[in-house]
């Protein structure tokens, strides 16, 4: 079966960092494009960011220079490094992969996990 | 990196046909046929309904359909039944070689 499985979600302080891991079964991370998608509580989705499966990266305007995606193969699993968090950070995560064979459209979500930036 | 534009809530009878909007700018929409819409029910995570436009994903009932003209996207749902209402999302791929959402639409079955 194909599933995704975020972990890594927690309360922080502002200022504070914090490392989300996406498990993949069922299908190769490192063969795929892969997201990031948050929503803050009661808002809409927001794109954070994709690594391509050749191994580019890009980030969503309000979290270029402070977050980090990348992936372990071996692991077959995705993370997203997040540094100088804000409160504006607080959403649920969710990782997302795009359709195989370079179709764009995120098929396969996880189930999201929670991030609390707070004092 | 702006929100696609959507109605906020658009609604109709079961058995109707309704329409929502998703408008962008020549740097997204406009550009590319990379337009997706996503259905999120409360709690849970988005599913994928429409891909490039107009392809459905294996599973996804007929009922839904999109479209492109210029910079805005649609998506129209037909035969509306009371499992539609959620919310809805659109995406597109971006010249930057990002994606952006839409603002989102909530879908109220009467």
């Known amino acids: 079966e194909v599933q995704l499985v975020e972990t890594g979600g927690g309360l922080i302080q502002p200022g504070g960092s914090l490392r989300l891991s996406c498990a993949a079964s069922g299908f190769t991370v490192s063969s795929n494009y892969m997201n990031w998608v948050r929503q803050a509580p009661g808002k809409g989705l927001e794109w954070v960011s994709v690594?391509?499966?050749?191994?580019?990266?890009y980030y969503a305007d309000s979290v270029k220079g402070r977050f980090t995606i990348s992936r372990d193969n071996s692991k077959n699993t995705l993370y997203l490094q997040m540094n100088s968090l804000r409160a504006e950070d607080t959403a649920v995560y969710y990782c997302?992969?795009?359709?195989?064979?370079?179709?764009?459209?995120?098929?396969?979500w996880g189930q999201g996990t929670t991030v609390t930036v707070s004092s | 990196q702006s929100a696609l534009t959507q109605p906020a809530s658009v609604s109709g009878s079961p058995g109707q046909t309704i329409t929502i909007s998703c408008t962008g700018t020549t740097s997204d929409v406009g550009s590319y046929y990379y337009v997706s819409w996503y259905q999120q029910h409360p709690g849970k995570a988005p599913k994928l309904m429409i891909y490039e436009v107009s392809s459905r994903p294996s599973g996804v009932s007929n009922r839904f359909s999109g479209s492109k003209s210029g910079n805005t996207a649609s998506l129209t749902i037909s035969g509306l039944q009371a499992e539609d209402e959620a919310d809805y999302y659109c995406s597109s791929y971006t010249s930057s070689s990002a994606y952006v959402f839409g603002t989102g639409t909530k879908v109220t079955v009467l």
């Open positions: 690594i391509y499966s050749g191994g580019n990266t």
């Open positions: 997302a992969r795009d359709l195989p064979s370079g179709y764009y459209g995120m098929d396969v």
